[in-house]
């Protein structure tokens, strides 16, 4: 098992940035492929970016391509997010599994979630 620990989520006006981090301990991270996934009040957990185990390349959901970028560097996984808008409030939740995809299941540790809120 590996822990996570997300941080750096707060309130920024629409337009604004913020990263995320998500530091690991426990198990060697490089092992995991590692996903960064939100959920709003009421909705369902979505996919927002990943970094495939297999070979380190990246993956977007459409909704935050060209405006969020996910990276590593060691045991922190980070998720710059620039651009925010309204729609991009929820939680944030870093996620790290041994299978590569872009759904829930395929991540079996996960960290407590970073709120991100942005006002119009």
């Known amino acids: 098992q590996v822990q996570l620990v997300e941080s750096g989520g707060g309130l920024v006006q629409a337009g604004g940035s913020l990263r995320l981090s998500c530091a690991a301990s426990g198990r060697p991270f490089s092992n995991y492929g590692v996903?960064?996934?939100?959920?709003?009040?009421?909705?369902?957990?979505?996919?927002?970016?990943?970094?495939?185990?297999?070979?380190?390349s990246t993956y977007y959901a459409d909704?935050?391509?060209?405006?969020?970028?996910?990276?590593?560097?060691?045991?922190?996984?980070?998720?710059?997010?620039?651009?925010?808008?309204?729609?991009d409030t929820a939680v944030y939740y870093c996620?790290?599994?041994?299978?590569?995809?872009?759904?829930?299941?395929?991540?079996?540790?996960?960290?407590?979630?970073?709120?991100?809120?942005v006002s119009s």
């Open 35 to 56: 996903g960064w996934f939100r959920q709003a009040p009421g909705k369902e957990r979505e996919f927002v970016a990943r970094i495939a185990r297999s070979d380190g």
């Open 95 to 117: 996620a790290a599994g041994l299978i590569d995809g872009n759904w829930p299941g395929a991540y079996n540790n996960w960290g407590q979630g970073t709120q991100v809120t």
């Open 63 to 87: 909704s935050v391509k060209g405006r969020f970028t996910i990276s590593r560097d060691k045991n922190t996984v980070y998720l710059q997010m620039n651009s925010l808008k309204p729609e």
